[in-house]
């Protein structure tokens, strides 16, 4: 069995090939995970290994040179990826990001979202993105910024202004971006900036940076809480020169993109989720291993039967359970054909299902150290990094606090909360 098929019950038998493809990968991210968070380094030797089996093109479209998956692909991966090495797969899930990139400017032109003129800007873009990807390019999406709004989960302050190098028509980024897996790690940065002179979600436009750009700096070394292994600790932008064709600025283009997302702007960030129950699905089964192994002196049973344990183990269970069901149920929702509730349902759903999700698979972590005492209460052993790297879920994007709360509003007042803002600098 799949290591991905703990999480997808039902893979179909091209789902199992890809599943098969990121099996190959486990052993070497699992033999690299307890260094990677010890050092807070991302482990460069996977981005070979990881391009070399193929996955960077995991849900690329097989006409532009990818595996052809799609959502539940990506999450039998990221989940499999999380049992191993969360940071990894971390970085691997934001990669994937990228396609989104691709893939959604494709289905507006499809639905006609977009005018004629516009329509061979966009799907050059589109199409680069997608290509790259397959080709083995590994990609960082950088969206998310140290600016705040009270009515966005993330802000865009990062501008960019027309400029001309050496007769080359283009744009000057800058700005500053505060979290972004594969920092100094990806071969290109995916950026999302703020059009000068446009102060609304419309002025969004996304440009291709490489990681070498002149005026491409990485912020200092993240050390954080969770995910150590990610290199997420960001980027700065001064005046950084992009080709126009390495951007795609239609105005409104950003926008109609996430019209066509089933469920969060990027079209499959429930993956990201799947990262965490993977690795709660991982230190549940190492603490069971090691509770009915581990005797009692007195009488020689398992410490696992004691009526404590059996307490903590059962509420363990309940707690992955929930995590599986809220996951599994939202999956079904962005992957089911017909759709099987309005968009704004299913964001909705999303936005419960994220902080869920997250907070039973920290509890899991937190049943494991309960269950396995002072012994199992370590820094670098499977407790103390899944306690850690469990936490990061209860902040990344947002809260679940609040996506409880704009799921209230949503039900209360039929409305809908922007996930952009474009800030003026």
């Not at 005018?115 to 950088?142: C, H, I, Q, S, Y």
């Not at 594969?182 to 002179?197: H, Q």
């Not at 089911?336 to 902080?355: D, F, N, T």
Request: aromatic share 6%.
């Amino acid at each position: 069995m799949f290591t991905g098929g703990r999480l997808i019950d039902d893979l179909t038998p091209v789902e199992q090939d890809r599943a098969a493809r990121v099996e190959k990968v486990l052993p070497a991210l699992r033999a690299a995970a307890a260094q990677a968070d010890a050092d807070g380094v991302f482990p460069a030797a996977h981005v070979a290994l990881l391009r070399d089996a193929g996955l960077l093109g995991l849900v690329v479209p097989q006409e532009y040179g990818g595996l052809g998956g799609g959502l539940r692909d990506l999450a039998a991966a990221t989940f499999a990826m999380g049992s191993a090495c969360p940071s990894t797969a971390l970085a691997f899930f934001f990669h994937n990001t990228s396609a989104s990139r691709g893939l959604l400017p494709l289905e507006a032109i499809e639905r006609g979202l977009f005018d004629d003129a516009d329509v061979p800007a966009v799907r050059a873009f589109a199409e680069k993105v997608l290509t790259r990807m397959a080709g083995g390019v590994w990609l960082a999406n950088f969206a998310s910024e140290a600016v705040k709004s009270s009515s966005a989960n993330i802000a865009i302050s990062t501008t960019a202004t027309p400029a001309s190098r050496d007769g080359v028509d283009g744009w000057s980024l800058t700005g500053e971006k505060s979290f972004g897996c594969a920092t100094g790690v990806a071969d290109t940065y995916l950026v999302t900036a703020r059009l000068a002179g446009h102060e609304t979600a419309d002025g969004l436009a996304l440009f291709l940076v490489p990681r070498d750009a002149a005026g491409v700096a990485s912020r200092p070394t993240w050390d954080g809480i969770g995910m150590r292994g990610s290199a997420n600790h960001g980027i700065r932008l001064d005046d950084v020169f992009i080709p126009a064709d390495e951007a795609l600025t239609v105005p409104g283009a950003f926008v109609k993109m996430l019209q066509c997302s089933r469920g969060s702007f990027v079209g499959n960030q429930l993956a990201i989720t799947a990262v965490y129950v993977g690795a709660a699905q991982s230190v549940y089964d190492d603490t069971l291993t090691k509770l009915t192994q581990k005797t009692f002196a007195d009488t020689g049973r398992p410490i696992a039967e004691s009526p404590m344990h059996q307490v903590i183990i059962g509420d363990m269970t309940e707690r992955l359970e929930t995590a599986y069901l809220w996951l599994r149920r939202q999956l079904l929702l962005e992957t089911s054909e017909p759709p099987l509730r309005p968009h704004a349902e299913v964001y909705r759903q999303w936005r419960l299902a994220k902080g869920s999700i997250c907070e039973a698979c920290f509890d899991v972590a937190v049943g494991a150290l309960k269950a396995s005492g002072t012994s199992g209460a370590t820094m670098n052993g499977p407790v103390g990094r899944a306690l850690r790297d469990l936490a990061m879920g209860l902040v990344m994007t947002f809260p679940p606090e609040r996506g409880r709360l704009e799921a209230a509003g949503s039900v209360t007042s039929d409305r809908s909360n922007n996930l952009f803002a474009a800030v003026a600098g």
